[in-house]
């Protein structure tokens, strides 16, 4: 039987720090769904714009790449 992971766990493994799951416990314990949402959603914010400077640095050496392919600089 396959075990049920929990938020708090899924949170672990995508980098949440202890703070954040601190709080996540909190809002748990006291019933807070709006809180934990909230907290997630932030979570989730912050997870996305990390994604996108990734991206953008790697559009950027792509075109570097490319560049360099095309002899333009050495």
Do not use: W
Not at 18 to 42: D, S
Not at 51 to 70: N, S
Request: include cysteine; charged fraction near 40%.
């Amino acid at each position: 039987m396959q075990e049920k992971t929990t938020v708090c766990q899924r949170l672990t493994e995508e980098g949440a720090d202890p703070a954040m799951l601190e709080q996540y416990r909190r809002y748990q314990e006291k019933g807070n769904k709006q809180g934990q949402c909230g907290l997630i959603c932030r979570f989730r914010r912050e997870k996305n714009e990390k994604l996108k400077r990734g991206k953008e640095q790697l559009a950027c050496l792509d075109y570097m790449i490319a560049k360099v392919e095309r002899s333009d600089e050495m």
